[in-house]
């Protein structure tokens, strides 16, 4: 259990850096909104940053991912067992009832109680 629970740490870490770094992210593809200046084609420029971050934002998926199968495994090793339960109240006998035999005539009888009055408050404002 203590190796799902550390995966499940891991995986909430890399999921706030995926948030973090796809929210840094233009939508053009500037990244980080950086407008001009530096060197065109060092790594501090727009291009750069922007490539930094769309590197980065694809191997935080692929580990967000590959984190999630190893827990689904991790999770399905832990819970299976090959013991049988037998926790089942077994003593319990059902009740027989008489068979009906012929057709039935007359009105039906239920051991339901009668309908209530209708004590509705709201029975008047509705109509």
Do not use: H, Y
């Given at each position: 259990?203590?190796?799902?629970?550390?995966?499940?740490?891991?995986?909430?870490?890399?999921?706030?850096?995926?948030?973090?770094?796809?929210?840094?992210?233009?939508?053009e593809?500037?990244g980080?909104?950086?407008?001009?200046?530096?060197?065109?084609?060092?790594?501090?420029?727009?291009?750069?940053?922007?490539?930094f971050?769309?590197?980065?934002?694809?191997?935080?998926?692929?580990?967000?991912?590959?984190?999630?199968?190893?827990?689904?495994?991790?999770?399905?090793?832990?819970?299976?067992?090959?013991?049988?339960?037998?926790?089942?109240?077994?003593?319990?006998?059902?009740?027989?009832?008489?068979?009906?035999?012929?057709?039935v005539?007359?009105?039906?009888?239920?051991?339901?109680?009668?309908?209530?009055?209708?004590?509705?408050?709201?029975?008047?404002?509705?109509?």
């Amino acid at each position: 259990m203590s190796l799902f629970l550390f995966l499940t740490v891991v995986q909430a870490i890399i999921a706030a850096a995926l948030v973090a770094v796809v929210l840094m992210q233009r939508s053009e593809g500037g990244g980080l909104g950086i407008g001009g200046g530096g060197s065109p084609g060092g790594i501090m420029s727009a291009r750069g940053a922007a490539d930094f971050l769309t590197r980065t934002t694809k191997w935080l998926a692929v580990l967000f991912v590959v984190l999630a199968i190893a827990m689904a495994a991790v999770a399905v090793g832990t819970t299976q067992s090959n013991a049988i339960d037998d926790s089942l109240d077994r003593t319990v006998t059902p009740t027989e009832q008489a068979p009906v035999t012929g057709p039935v005539t007359g009105p039906a009888t239920t051991d339901e109680a009668p309908a209530p009055a209708n004590d509705d408050p709201l029975r008047d404002v509705a109509q």
